[in-house]
Nanobody, 126 residues
Framework: VQLQASGGGVVQAGGSLRLSCAAS????????MAWFRQAPGKEREIVAA????????YYADSVRGRFTCSRDSAKNTVYLQMNSLKPEDTAVYYC????????????????????WGQGTQVTVSS
């Protein structure tokens, strides 16, 4: 399984970006996906997660109401729409997929995810 994350860049505070994570396998459906981020000197943290069927989502308190996670099974792609970006959102963003079918469940621990993308840098300037 290969995950290819893209869409990062440099944006001013208040701006928007949309990250994409394309999966290599057609078995994309029914596996939970998530976005994590890691800022310099900080631990990796969960940003958003989505269930295997796409019906259930989770957001960290710091991004709830600003970020939206969605998935397009026809394109084997998960998205993270990021609005009202803040300087504290600056980090490398990683997408991840579980190794097990999840159905209606999502997962927030990094240990739940077996497959990781390479990361995409998001920089928000003040």
């Amino acid at each position: 399984v290969q995950l290819q994350a893209s869409g990062g860049g440099v944006v001013q505070a208040g701006g928007s970006l949309r990250l994409s994570c394309a999966a290599s396998e057609r078995t994309f459906l029914n596996y939970a996906m998530a976005w994590f981020r890691q800022a310099p000197g900080k631990e990796r943290e969960i940003v958003a997660a989505i269930s295997g069927n796409g019906d259930v989502t989770y957001y960290a308190d710091s991004v709830r109401g600003r970020f939206t996670c969605s998935r397009d099974s026809a394109k084997n792609t998960v998205y993270l729409q990021m609005n009202s970006l803040k300087p504290e959102d600056t980090a490398v963003y990683y997408c991840a997929r579980t190794s097990f079918v999840s159905g209606t469940s999502y997962y927030t621990g990094s240990y739940d995810y077996a497959y990781w993308g390479q990361g995409t840098q998001v920089t928000v300037s003040s």
